[in-house]
């Protein structure tokens, strides 16, 4: 709830500091004296749009801050606090501050962080609600109505929007198979080309690179063939070196005792004769493997060309050709399992379809009793506050299925008639200013809760009326408050009387210097002023004591 406002510089207010509590709080004062001034200071710290004429004459700068105080933060709140960014320590007090400048421009902040102005607006519904002479939010604006109304009815909307998230999850699964479905069969026949072509290759993972090496290395014994053959017949046969080299080794081997020298020799020879025997394994080797047959080059090249053509064609590695092919087996397989598998799916979105209608419908059946419930409830407080000729109606009528959301089948309005035999509209079309605040406050009386906010003002609710008017008015009001933060601006004693805070805004004037200030009455200011409501300019000694009579019948 609100706590503490303080405003520097705003129009008439100089400084003012003032500080609130729960229940009921009432402002009272003279006309003119600047009750307007505070609900638009306070709107600044809402995110209204920010005049430079809210400015003092001769200042720079106004400022507001607000400050409120909550058990824990309302959800919205919160949300909205996370959703920007915004630190609040649990237990942590809400602190709004707007700054304005003569130029017109203006800084927000909460708890000293730079935030926008867009942000206090959207904070704003859950922490004041105003309603006034030209309210246009609330309670009045229809989109709230059916929250309202299935608040008050203690309606399952979780259950139904549960149920529309299951449905549309369900049709989305739905339209996906179909549209998977159909663009498989306008595909079938060239997947069955691609697959039988892919068949007919078999390619296998790695044969590529294998057919790649195997080309490259006939390729080499083409070129070296000739190379190779002169490198053979000077390795074959009895008068070739290497044979040569083995009879010097034998006739070696037979002197090789007679000097040490001749041992090294033979050594040597032999180690040359090994290493001579490794070089004509090699070179049969690497004829074997360079081995030129150019039907099998052909035969490998041929290949290796399809598989490259085929890789291009379906635009993939060759080594994926594998793959591809068990993708199209699949999709072949879902075309003929496909119609099984659409039959599960139609099921489960016309069971889940079936599912939301019920729990829908349901939620229908409920806002309707809901609905005759409220009307009479409205209806037992409108005589009392003055509207005994008005009638109000709790409009329930179904959508188009186009329009079926996870809030059910229905849109909700409340409407009234203010004369007999008048057809019900709008609340905002028909009712005026005062009349729109009472149906208001009977609206709440019956709907028994605070409308969302945490704190909530009315701004003369009692305009026009007195007497008994005004005592139902302002027994109403107290009730309200009951548990929570109301504030009121009125001209009505009796009203005034029924409060727990009393503020009274005046005005004064010092030359040509006008200020506006408001203080926190006592139980003798509260009398005074009371009475000061009750006989006008002069405060009589009859009115002291009506005003005694009024704080002491509350």
Same mark, same amino acid.
């Given at each position: 709830?609100?706590?503490?406002?303080?405003?520097?510089?705003?129009?008439?207010?100089?400084?003012?500091?003032?500080?609130?509590?729960?229940?009921?709080?009432?402002?009272? $004062?003279? /006309?003119?004296?600047?009750?307007?001034?505070?609900?638009?200071?306070?709107?600044?710290?809402?995110?209204?749009?920010?005049?430079?004429?809210?400015?003092?004459? $001769?200042?720079?700068?106004?400022?507001?801050?607000?400050?409120?105080?909550?058990?824990?933060?309302?959800?919205?709140?919160?949300?909205?606090?996370?959703?920007?960014?915004?630190?609040?320590?649990?237990?942590?007090?809400?602190?709004?501050?707007?700054?304005?400048?003569?130029?017109?421009?203006?800084?927000?902040?909460?708890?000293?962080?730079?935030?926008?102005?867009?942000?206090?607006?959207?904070?704003?519904?859950?922490?004041?609600?105003?309603?006034?002479?030209?309210?246009?939010?609330?309670?009045?604006?229809?989109? $709230?109505?059916?929250?309202?109304?299935?608040?008050?009815?203690g309606a399952d909307r979780e259950g139904v929007a549960a149920a529309w998230d299951?449905?549309?999850?369900?049709?989305?699964?739905?339209?996906?198979?179909?549209?998977?479905?159909?663009?498989?069969?306008?595909?079938?026949?060239?997947?069955?080309?691609?697959?039988?072509?892919?068949?007919?290759?078999?390619?296998?993972?790695?044969?590529?690179?294998?057919?790649?090496?195997?080309?490259?290395?006939?390729?080499?014994?083409?070129?070296?063939?000739?190379?190779?053959?002169?490198l053979r017949h000077l390795w074959d046969g009895s008068d070739s070196p290497l044979?040569?080299?083995?009879?010097?080794?034998?006739?070696?081997?037979?002197?090789?005792?007679?000097?040490?020298?001749?041992?090294?020799?033979?050594?040597?020879?032999?180690?040359?004769?090994?290493?001579?025997?490794?070089?004509?394994?090699?070179?049969?080797?690497?004829?074997?493997?360079?081995?030129?047959?150019?039907?099998?080059?052909?035969?490998?090249?041929?290949?290796?060309?399809?598989?490259?053509?085929?890789?291009?064609?379906?635009?993939?590695?060759?080594?994926?050709?594998?793959?591809?092919m068990q993708a199209m087996r699949a999709a072949l397989d879902a075309i003929e399992?496909?119609?099984?598998?659409?039959?599960?799916?139609?099921?489960?979105?016309?069971?889940?379809?079936?599912?939301?209608?019920?729990?829908?419908?349901?939620?229908?059946?409920?806002?309707?009793?809901?609905?005759?419930?409220?009307?009479?409830?409205?209806?037992?407080?409108?005589?009392?506050?003055?509207?005994?000729?008005?009638?109000?109606?709790?409009?329930?009528?179904?959508?188009?299925?186009?329009?079926?959301?996870?809030?059910?089948?229905?849109?909700?309005?409340?409407?009234?008639?203010?004369?007999?035999?008048?057809?019900?509209?709008?609340?905002?079309?028909?009712?005026?200013?005062?009349?729109? @605040?009472?149906?208001?406050?009977?609206?709440?009386?019956?709907?028994?809760?605070?409308?969302?906010?945490?704190?909530?003002?009315?701004?003369?609710?009692?305009?026009?009326?007195?007497?008994?008017?005004?005592?139902?008015?302002?027994?109403?009001?107290?009730?309200?408050?009951?548990?929570?933060?109301?504030?009121?601006?009125?001209?009505?004693?009796?009203?005034?009387?029924?409060?727990?805070?009393?503020?009274?805004?005046?005005?004064?004037?010092?030359?040509?210097? /006008?200020?506006? @200030?408001?203080?926190?009455?006592?139980?003798? $200011?509260?009398?005074?002023?009371?009475?000061?409501?009750? @006989?006008?300019?002069?405060?009589?000694?009859?009115?002291?004591?009506?005003?005694?009579?009024?704080?002491?019948?509350?």
């Open positions: 709830m609100l706590t503490t406002l303080t405003i520097r510089n705003i129009v008439l207010i100089e400084t003012l500091e003032l500080a609130f509590s729960g229940g009921l709080g009432v402002l009272t $004062g003279e /006309t003119g004296a600047g009750k307007s001034i505070l609900l638009d200071a306070l709107g600044l710290v809402l995110g209204n749009r920010a005049e430079s004429g809210l400015v003092r004459a $001769g200042e720079e700068q106004a400022s507001v801050v607000a400050t409120f105080e909550f058990a824990q933060l309302p959800e919205p709140v919160a949300a909205a606090l996370s959703e920007a960014d915004v630190a609040i320590e649990p237990g942590e007090m809400l602190i709004i501050r707007r700054t304005l400048k003569l130029d017109g421009g203006s800084r927000a902040f909460i708890n000293d962080q730079p935030v926008g102005v867009a942000l206090l607006r959207e904070l704003a519904p859950a922490l004041v609600e105003l309603h006034g002479q030209h309210d246009d939010r609330g309670l009045v604006n229809p989109r $709230g109505h059916r929250a309202l109304l299935d608040r008050y009815a299951d449905w549309r999850a369900a049709e989305a699964r739905l339209a996906a198979a179909r549209a998977a479905i159909a663009q498989a069969s306008a595909d079938q026949d060239l997947l069955l080309a691609y697959l039988a072509e892919l068949t007919a290759l078999a390619p296998q993972a790695g044969e590529e690179q294998s057919l790649a090496d195997a080309r490259a290395d006939m390729q080499k014994g083409e070129r070296l063939a000739d190379d190779l053959e002169a044979a040569a080299m083995r009879g010097a080794a034998r006739r070696l081997d037979r002197i090789a005792p007679e000097h040490p020298l001749l041992r090294e020799a033979l050594e040597a020879l032999d180690r040359a004769v090994i290493e001579a025997g490794e070089a004509e394994d090699r070179l049969a080797a690497a004829a074997e493997a360079l081995a030129h047959d150019p039907a099998e080059l052909d035969r490998i090249e041929t290949r290796l060309f399809e598989l490259r053509a085929l890789a291009r064609k379906h635009q993939c590695d060759a080594d994926d050709l594998p793959n591809r399992s496909g119609e099984a598998e659409l039959g599960a799916l139609e099921r489960a979105e016309r069971d889940s379809h079936q599912t939301y209608r019920a729990k829908a419908e349901a939620l229908h059946a409920n806002r309707v009793a809901a609905a005759m419930q409220l009307d009479a409830a409205v209806a037992k407080e409108l005589a009392p506050l003055k509207l005994d000729a008005a009638r109000f109606r709790t409009s329930v009528t179904g959508l188009p299925e186009e329009r079926w959301g996870p809030a059910g089948m229905d849109a909700v309005e409340f409407l009234i008639a203010t004369n007999p035999g008048a057809d019900f509209a709008p609340l905002t079309k028909i009712a005026s200013g005062g009349e729109l @605040s009472r149906f208001i406050l009977a609206l709440k009386v019956a709907l028994a809760e605070q409308g969302g906010a945490a704190t909530v003002i009315f701004d003369e609710i009692d305009r026009g009326v007195g007497g008994a008017v005004a005592s139902a008015i302002g027994e109403r009001l107290a009730r309200l408050a009951q548990g929570g933060q109301l504030l009121a601006v009125t001209h009505s004693p009796q009203v005034a009387a029924r409060g727990g805070l009393h503020y009274m805004i005046a005005k004064s004037s010092e030359g040509v210097v /006008t200020r506006t @200030s408001v203080v926190l009455l006592d139980a003798a $200011g509260r009398q005074e002023e009371i009475a000061r409501m009750l @006989s006008g300019a002069e405060v009589t000694p009859e009115a002291r004591a009506q005003a005694d009579r009024l704080l002491e019948g509350v």
